[in-house]
């Protein structure tokens, strides 16, 4: 079993950047695809971002594409998500996951192994 800690979060300007951190141990996800995702106060959790296990095909949702990237570092076991022109909107504690499969999806369903997630705070 996979698990997974994310780190990075935090209180920021609108117009500011941050990194998050998925680092993962116990048995390896590097044959995994990876996702984030996020879940605002009220709102269901919803996709943000995947990526497919050799890092070579990614996919975000509209909301972000432009302004954030994943990436990962099989040799770390990590996952990253740089977070830029951030917006109140994007407020919300975001959680990485491990996909069932190698490719980059967008579904919920197609990842296990939840995080406890990392608060992301964006003032206007």
């Known amino acids: 079993q996979v698990r997974l800690v994310e780190s990075g979060g935090g209180l920021v300007q609108a117009g500011g950047s941050l990194r998050l951190s998925c680092a993962a141990s116990?048995?390896?996800?590097?044959?995994?695809?990876m996702g984030w995702f996020r879940q605002a106060p009220g709102k269901e959790r919803e996709f943000v971002s995947s990526?497919?296990?050799?890092?070579?095909?990614?996919v975000y949702a509209d909301s972000v594409k432009g302004r954030f990237i994943i990436s990962r570092d099989n040799a770390k076991n990590t996952v990253y998500l740089r977070m830029n022109s951030l917006k109140p909107e994007d407020t919300a504690v975001y959680y990485c996951?491990?996909?069932?499969?190698?490719?980059?999806?967008?579904?919920?369903?197609?990842?296990?192994?939840w995080g406890q997630g990392t608060q992301v705070t964006v003032s206007s």
């Open positions: 116990g048995r390896t996800f590097t044959s995994y695809a």
């Open positions: 996951a491990v996909s069932f499969g190698p490719i980059a999806t967008m579904s919920l369903a197609d990842f296990h192994s």
């Open positions: 990526i497919s296990w050799s890092g070579g095909s990614t």
